[in-house]
Protein backbone atom coordinates (compact mmCIF):
# COMPACT_ATOMS: atom_id res chain seq x y z
CA UNK A 1 0.00 0.00 0.00
CA UNK A 2 1.45 3.76 -0.88
CA UNK A 3 0.28 6.43 0.89
CA UNK A 4 1.57 9.79 1.05
CA UNK A 5 1.61 12.16 3.57
CA UNK A 6 1.31 16.30 2.73
CA UNK A 7 1.76 18.57 5.15
CA UNK A 8 0.97 22.12 4.01
CA UNK A 9 2.22 26.09 5.12
CA UNK A 10 3.61 26.76 7.94
CA UNK A 11 4.15 22.90 8.95
CA UNK A 12 7.78 23.14 8.07
CA UNK A 13 7.81 25.50 11.60
CA UNK A 14 6.58 22.57 13.49
CA UNK A 15 8.59 23.00 16.81
CA UNK A 16 9.21 26.91 16.71
CA UNK A 17 5.76 28.74 15.71
CA UNK A 18 3.64 28.20 18.62
CA UNK A 19 5.34 25.59 20.44
CA UNK A 20 2.35 25.36 23.17
CA UNK A 21 -0.04 24.42 21.24
CA UNK A 22 1.90 22.35 18.06
CA UNK A 23 4.77 20.80 20.77
CA UNK A 24 8.08 21.13 20.30
CA UNK A 25 8.94 18.44 17.97
CA UNK A 26 10.25 19.42 14.49
CA UNK A 27 8.95 18.53 10.78
CA UNK A 28 12.24 16.49 11.09
CA UNK A 29 11.18 14.53 13.80
CA UNK A 30 7.68 14.11 12.72
CA UNK A 31 9.10 12.31 9.47
CA UNK A 32 11.06 10.27 11.43
CA UNK A 33 8.12 8.96 13.02
CA UNK A 34 6.15 8.68 9.96
CA UNK A 35 8.77 6.44 8.68
CA UNK A 36 8.66 3.67 12.35
CA UNK A 37 4.72 4.21 11.44
CA UNK A 38 4.71 3.44 7.90
CA UNK A 39 7.22 0.38 8.78
CA UNK A 40 5.00 -1.27 11.43
CA UNK A 41 1.67 -0.84 9.46
CA UNK A 42 3.62 -2.64 6.32
CA UNK A 43 3.04 0.59 4.69
CA UNK A 44 5.06 2.32 1.66
CA UNK A 45 5.31 6.02 2.60
CA UNK A 46 6.45 9.45 1.06
CA UNK A 47 5.56 12.07 3.00
CA UNK A 48 5.88 16.12 1.72
CA UNK A 49 5.82 20.07 2.78
CA UNK A 50 4.78 22.73 0.73
CA UNK A 51 3.77 26.43 1.17
CA UNK A 52 1.80 26.43 -1.78
CA UNK A 53 -1.55 25.73 -2.49
CA UNK A 54 -1.49 24.83 -6.42
CA UNK A 55 1.75 21.83 -5.19
CA UNK A 56 -1.07 20.50 -2.66
CA UNK A 57 -3.51 20.03 -5.87
CA UNK A 58 -1.01 18.47 -8.29
CA UNK A 59 0.32 15.81 -5.23
CA UNK A 60 -3.68 15.01 -4.83
CA UNK A 61 -3.97 14.90 -8.33
CA UNK A 62 -1.09 11.57 -8.91
CA UNK A 63 -2.98 8.38 -10.05
CA UNK A 64 0.07 6.32 -8.11
CA UNK A 65 -1.36 6.15 -4.84
CA UNK A 66 -3.57 4.43 -2.66
CA UNK A 67 -4.14 6.65 0.09
CA UNK A 68 -3.32 10.53 1.40
CA UNK A 69 -2.87 12.27 5.07
CA UNK A 70 -3.15 15.70 4.41
CA UNK A 71 -2.86 18.47 6.92
CA UNK A 72 -3.73 21.47 4.93
CA UNK A 73 -2.88 24.00 7.63
CA UNK A 74 -4.72 27.19 6.78
CA UNK A 75 -5.75 26.52 3.50
CA UNK A 76 -8.02 23.70 5.48
CA UNK A 77 -10.77 27.19 6.16
CA UNK A 78 -10.15 28.97 2.77
CA UNK A 79 -9.26 26.38 -0.14
CA UNK A 80 -12.48 25.28 -2.06
CA UNK A 81 -9.58 24.38 -4.64
CA UNK A 82 -8.21 21.98 -2.54
CA UNK A 83 -11.87 20.24 -1.75
CA UNK A 84 -12.30 20.28 -5.30
CA UNK A 85 -9.62 18.57 -6.35
CA UNK A 86 -10.26 15.67 -3.55
CA UNK A 87 -13.65 15.40 -4.68
CA UNK A 88 -12.40 15.21 -8.33
CA UNK A 89 -10.38 11.59 -7.31
CA UNK A 90 -10.83 8.55 -6.02
CA UNK A 91 -7.78 8.27 -3.66
CA UNK A 92 -9.43 8.52 0.29
CA UNK A 93 -7.93 11.52 1.95
CA UNK A 94 -7.62 11.40 5.49
CA UNK A 95 -7.54 15.35 7.22
CA UNK A 96 -5.29 15.47 9.91
CA UNK A 97 -4.43 18.33 12.49
CA UNK A 98 -2.37 18.34 15.41
CA UNK A 99 -4.40 21.06 17.65
CA UNK A 100 -7.94 20.79 18.05
CA UNK A 101 -9.35 23.18 15.87
CA UNK A 102 -12.84 22.90 16.84
CA UNK A 103 -11.81 24.36 20.55
CA UNK A 104 -9.81 27.17 18.83
CA UNK A 105 -10.73 30.17 17.23
CA UNK A 106 -14.16 30.04 15.41
CA UNK A 107 -13.21 30.13 12.27
CA UNK A 108 -10.86 27.54 12.95
CA UNK A 109 -13.76 25.19 13.55
CA UNK A 110 -14.78 25.91 9.68
CA UNK A 111 -13.17 22.76 7.28
CA UNK A 112 -14.04 23.31 3.76
CA UNK A 113 -12.26 20.26 2.85
CA UNK A 114 -13.83 17.82 5.58
CA UNK A 115 -16.84 16.82 3.53
CA UNK A 116 -14.43 15.31 0.85
CA UNK A 117 -12.50 13.40 2.46
CA UNK A 118 -12.90 9.92 4.33
CA UNK A 119 -12.59 10.90 7.99
CA UNK A 120 -10.79 13.71 9.89
CA UNK A 121 -8.47 13.53 12.50
CA UNK A 122 -8.28 16.32 15.17
CA UNK A 123 -6.60 17.57 18.38
CA UNK A 124 -4.49 14.30 18.65
CA UNK A 125 -1.10 15.89 18.78
CA UNK A 126 1.73 14.08 16.17
CA UNK A 127 -0.18 10.87 16.72
CA UNK A 128 -2.93 11.80 14.74
CA UNK A 129 -0.83 11.01 11.63
CA UNK A 130 -0.47 7.49 12.34
CA UNK A 131 -4.12 7.28 13.37
CA UNK A 132 -4.89 8.89 9.35
CA UNK A 133 -2.42 5.76 8.27
CA UNK A 134 -3.60 3.37 10.26
CA UNK A 135 -7.28 4.37 9.31
CA UNK A 136 -6.57 4.19 4.96
CA UNK A 137 -4.91 0.66 5.79
CA UNK A 138 -7.95 -0.33 7.99
CA UNK A 139 -10.23 0.87 5.37
CA UNK A 140 -8.59 -0.94 2.57
CA UNK A 141 -8.16 -4.21 4.50
CA UNK A 142 -12.51 -4.99 4.83
CA UNK A 143 -15.37 -3.59 3.20
CA UNK A 144 -17.50 -2.07 5.41
CA UNK A 145 -21.29 0.39 5.23
CA UNK A 146 -21.86 3.09 7.10
CA UNK A 147 -25.52 3.09 8.69
CA UNK A 148 -27.28 5.58 10.58
CA UNK A 149 -29.35 5.01 13.69
CA UNK A 150 -29.97 8.27 14.83
CA UNK A 151 -30.61 12.11 13.78
CA UNK A 152 -27.42 13.34 14.64
CA UNK A 153 -24.32 13.36 11.98
CA UNK A 154 -22.60 11.24 14.77
CA UNK A 155 -25.11 8.50 15.24
CA UNK A 156 -23.80 6.82 12.55
CA UNK A 157 -21.93 3.07 12.71
CA UNK A 158 -19.71 0.80 10.58
CA UNK A 159 -20.70 -2.67 9.80
CA UNK A 160 -18.40 -5.00 8.74
CA UNK A 161 -20.14 -8.13 7.68
CA UNK A 162 -18.51 -11.65 8.78
CA UNK A 163 -20.57 -14.72 10.66
CA UNK A 164 -23.08 -15.37 12.65
CA UNK A 165 -21.44 -13.80 16.00
CA UNK A 166 -22.00 -10.43 16.47
CA UNK A 167 -19.91 -7.76 17.93
CA UNK A 168 -20.83 -4.12 18.60
CA UNK A 169 -17.99 -2.24 19.30
CA UNK A 170 -17.78 1.40 21.83
CA UNK A 171 -14.89 3.61 21.29
CA UNK A 172 -13.13 5.38 24.43
CA UNK A 173 -11.62 8.55 24.68
CA UNK A 174 -12.71 9.90 27.79
CA UNK A 175 -15.88 11.64 25.81
CA UNK A 176 -13.80 14.03 24.23
CA UNK A 177 -14.69 15.06 20.79
CA UNK A 178 -11.13 14.09 19.23
CA UNK A 179 -11.70 10.55 19.69
CA UNK A 180 -13.74 8.48 17.25
CA UNK A 181 -14.21 5.17 16.14
CA UNK A 182 -11.57 5.05 14.17
CA UNK A 183 -9.43 4.25 17.30
CA UNK A 184 -11.46 0.31 17.49
CA UNK A 185 -10.62 0.17 14.10
CA UNK A 186 -7.99 -2.77 13.86
CA UNK A 187 -9.75 -5.12 16.41
CA UNK A 188 -13.11 -4.47 13.86
CA UNK A 189 -10.50 -5.74 10.56
CA UNK A 190 -9.46 -8.64 12.66
CA UNK A 191 -12.57 -9.75 13.69
CA UNK A 192 -14.14 -9.54 10.49
CA UNK A 193 -11.34 -11.38 9.21
CA UNK A 194 -11.91 -14.17 11.66
CA UNK A 195 -15.66 -14.33 10.49
CA UNK A 196 -16.90 -12.11 13.03
CA UNK A 197 -19.85 -9.76 12.16
CA UNK A 198 -18.79 -6.13 13.79
CA UNK A 199 -20.86 -2.83 14.39
CA UNK A 200 -18.50 0.19 14.90
CA UNK A 201 -20.44 2.38 16.62
CA UNK A 202 -19.96 6.83 16.91
CA UNK A 203 -21.85 8.65 19.50
CA UNK A 204 -22.29 12.27 20.41
CA UNK A 205 -19.23 13.50 22.62
CA UNK A 206 -18.09 16.29 24.70
CA UNK A 207 -18.52 19.92 22.84
CA UNK A 208 -20.35 18.37 19.93
CA UNK A 209 -23.81 17.43 21.70
CA UNK A 210 -22.71 14.76 23.93
CA UNK A 211 -22.61 14.04 27.72
CA UNK A 212 -25.27 13.06 30.37
CA UNK A 213 -27.64 11.74 29.51
CA UNK A 214 -27.05 12.08 25.27
CA UNK A 215 -24.06 10.06 24.99
CA UNK A 216 -25.14 7.02 26.49
CA UNK A 217 -28.73 7.33 25.08
CA UNK A 218 -26.29 6.87 22.07
CA UNK A 219 -25.16 4.41 22.28
CA UNK A 220 -28.50 2.41 23.90
CA UNK A 221 -30.25 3.39 20.31
CA UNK A 222 -27.64 2.34 18.12
CA UNK A 223 -27.94 -1.37 20.17
CA UNK A 224 -31.59 -0.63 19.91
CA UNK A 225 -31.15 -0.46 16.18
CA UNK A 226 -29.12 -4.02 15.54
CA UNK A 227 -32.31 -5.58 14.69
CA UNK A 228 -33.35 -3.25 11.48
CA UNK A 229 -29.52 -3.69 10.01
CA UNK A 230 -31.26 -7.46 9.53
CA UNK A 231 -27.79 -9.11 10.33
CA UNK A 232 -27.82 -12.50 11.49
CA UNK A 233 -26.46 -13.41 14.71
CA UNK A 234 -26.49 -16.25 17.21
CA UNK A 235 -24.45 -13.91 20.26
CA UNK A 236 -23.73 -10.74 20.78
CA UNK A 237 -20.86 -9.33 22.45
CA UNK A 238 -20.67 -6.02 23.34
CA UNK A 239 -16.95 -4.18 23.51
CA UNK A 240 -16.19 -1.45 24.99
CA UNK A 241 -12.67 0.44 25.76
CA UNK A 242 -12.22 2.98 28.22
CA UNK A 243 -14.81 5.25 28.61
CA UNK A 244 -16.78 3.04 25.90
CA UNK A 245 -16.23 0.80 28.82
CA UNK A 246 -18.66 2.45 31.12
CA UNK A 247 -20.80 2.74 28.15
CA UNK A 248 -21.24 -0.44 27.35
CA UNK A 249 -21.60 -1.63 30.80
CA UNK A 250 -24.51 0.45 30.97
CA UNK A 251 -26.27 0.05 27.88
CA UNK A 252 -25.64 -3.43 28.15
CA UNK A 253 -28.63 -4.31 30.23
CA UNK A 254 -31.08 -1.39 29.39
CA UNK A 255 -30.95 -2.33 25.72
CA UNK A 256 -34.19 -3.71 23.87
CA UNK A 257 -31.58 -5.92 21.89
CA UNK A 258 -30.59 -8.97 23.92
CA UNK A 259 -26.71 -8.74 24.71
CA UNK A 260 -25.05 -11.85 25.95
CA UNK A 261 -21.98 -10.94 27.38
CA UNK A 262 -19.69 -7.73 27.86
CA UNK A 263 -15.87 -7.35 27.16
CA UNK A 264 -14.86 -4.25 29.13
CA UNK A 265 -11.20 -2.97 28.42
CA UNK A 266 -9.91 -0.72 30.77
CA UNK A 267 -13.06 0.68 31.55
CA UNK A 268 -13.63 3.76 33.55
CA UNK A 269 -16.28 2.26 36.02
CA UNK A 270 -15.85 4.89 38.82
CA UNK A 271 -16.16 8.32 37.90
CA UNK A 272 -15.89 9.93 41.22
CA UNK A 273 -12.26 7.93 41.55
CA UNK A 274 -11.17 9.43 38.00
CA UNK A 275 -12.26 12.74 38.28
CA UNK A 276 -10.58 13.03 41.87
CA UNK A 277 -7.19 11.44 39.93
CA UNK A 278 -6.42 14.34 37.95
CA UNK A 279 -5.52 12.24 35.69
CA UNK A 280 -6.32 12.84 31.95
CA UNK A 281 -9.70 13.04 31.24
CA UNK A 282 -10.23 13.95 34.82
CA UNK A 283 -11.86 17.49 34.02
CA UNK A 284 -14.57 15.35 32.40
CA UNK A 285 -15.45 12.68 34.20
CA UNK A 286 -16.46 15.17 36.85
CA UNK A 287 -18.54 17.23 34.19
CA UNK A 288 -20.59 13.68 33.42
CA UNK A 289 -21.03 13.63 37.36
CA UNK A 290 -22.29 17.16 37.29
CA UNK A 291 -24.72 16.08 34.56
CA UNK A 292 -25.92 13.40 36.71
CA UNK A 293 -24.26 10.41 35.96
CA UNK A 294 -24.04 7.51 38.27
CA UNK A 295 -20.94 7.59 40.20
CA UNK A 296 -20.42 4.09 40.03
CA UNK A 297 -21.03 1.68 36.47
CA UNK A 298 -22.50 -2.01 37.27
CA UNK A 299 -22.41 -4.99 35.01
CA UNK A 300 -26.32 -5.27 35.97
CA UNK A 301 -26.16 -8.97 35.88
CA UNK A 302 -24.62 -9.41 32.32
CA UNK A 303 -22.20 -11.77 31.99
CA UNK A 304 -18.50 -9.53 31.75
CA UNK A 305 -15.16 -10.01 31.28
CA UNK A 306 -13.26 -6.74 32.42
CA UNK A 307 -9.81 -6.85 30.65
CA UNK A 308 -7.27 -4.39 31.97
CA UNK A 309 -3.47 -3.81 31.68
CA UNK A 310 -0.93 -3.78 34.98
CA UNK A 311 0.83 -0.59 33.06
CA UNK A 312 -2.73 1.43 32.28
CA UNK A 313 -1.28 4.93 32.83
CA UNK A 314 -4.43 6.30 31.59
CA UNK A 315 -7.14 4.38 33.71
CA UNK A 316 -5.94 2.62 36.44
CA UNK A 317 -6.19 -1.11 36.98
CA UNK A 318 -7.86 -0.63 40.65
CA UNK A 319 -11.66 0.34 38.59
CA UNK A 320 -11.46 -2.93 36.75
CA UNK A 321 -10.04 -4.96 39.89
CA UNK A 322 -12.85 -3.41 42.37
CA UNK A 323 -15.48 -4.00 39.72
CA UNK A 324 -14.06 -7.65 39.47
CA UNK A 325 -14.21 -8.01 43.78
CA UNK A 326 -17.14 -6.96 44.25
CA UNK A 327 -19.26 -8.52 41.75
CA UNK A 328 -17.52 -11.48 41.22
CA UNK A 329 -16.39 -10.81 37.75
CA UNK A 330 -13.71 -12.42 35.16
CA UNK A 331 -10.24 -9.97 35.24
CA UNK A 332 -7.75 -10.61 32.56
CA UNK A 333 -4.97 -8.73 33.06
CA UNK A 334 -2.29 -8.12 30.31
CA UNK A 335 1.23 -6.66 31.06
CA UNK A 336 0.42 -3.70 29.14
CA UNK A 337 -0.90 0.05 29.20
CA UNK A 338 -4.52 1.48 27.95
CA UNK A 339 -3.92 1.78 24.21
CA UNK A 340 -2.52 -1.44 23.74
CA UNK A 341 -5.20 -3.00 24.33
CA UNK A 342 -6.60 -1.64 20.88
CA UNK A 343 -3.97 -4.04 19.10
CA UNK A 344 -5.29 -6.98 17.85
CA UNK A 345 -1.84 -8.34 17.87
CA UNK A 346 -1.74 -8.11 21.65
CA UNK A 347 -1.51 -10.74 24.31
CA UNK A 348 -5.11 -10.25 25.23
CA UNK A 349 -7.09 -9.74 21.99
CA UNK A 350 -6.74 -13.71 20.64
CA UNK A 351 -8.99 -14.95 24.39
CA UNK A 352 -11.04 -11.58 23.91
CA UNK A 353 -11.91 -12.87 20.05
CA UNK A 354 -12.16 -16.99 21.07
CA UNK A 355 -14.83 -15.36 23.86
CA UNK A 356 -16.65 -13.66 20.70
CA UNK A 357 -16.84 -16.23 18.53
CA UNK A 358 -18.36 -19.02 21.63
CA UNK A 359 -15.43 -21.17 22.14
CA UNK A 360 -15.00 -20.02 25.47
CA UNK A 361 -17.49 -18.25 27.90
CA UNK A 362 -17.19 -15.75 30.65
Same mark, same amino acid.
Given at each position: ?????????????L?K??P??YGS?T????EE?????AT?LD??L???QT??E????????R?????I?L???G?T????A???AI???? +????E???????DRE?????S?I??V?????Y?RGL??Y????R?LV???AVP?E????G??V??V???RV??D?L?V???????????????M??????L?Q??VT?????YRR????GG?PA?P???????D?I??L??S??????????????L????????S +?P???VV???????L??H???RMF????A???????A????S?G?VP???V????DR???I??????????G???L +?T??G????L???????PKV??????E?? +?
Amino acid at each position: MKLLVINGPNLNLLGKREPEIYGSETLEDLEERLERWATSLDIELEATQTNHEGVIIDHIQRSDLDGIVLNAGGYTHTSRAIADAIAAVS +TPVVEVHISNIRDREPWRAISVIADVCVSSIYGRGLTGYRDAMRHLVNRAAVPFETVRYGPDVDNVADVRVGGDALAVLVHGGFWRDEWTRDTMESLAVDLAQHDVTSVNVEYRRLGQGGGWPATPDDVLSALDHIPNLDLSHQRLTLIGHSAGGQLAMWASWRSS +TPVNQVVAMSPVVDLERHARSRMFGAAEAQALIDQGAPNRISAGGVPTLLVHGEDDRAVPIGHSADLARSEGLELL +TTSSGHFELLDPQEEHWPKVRALILGETS +T
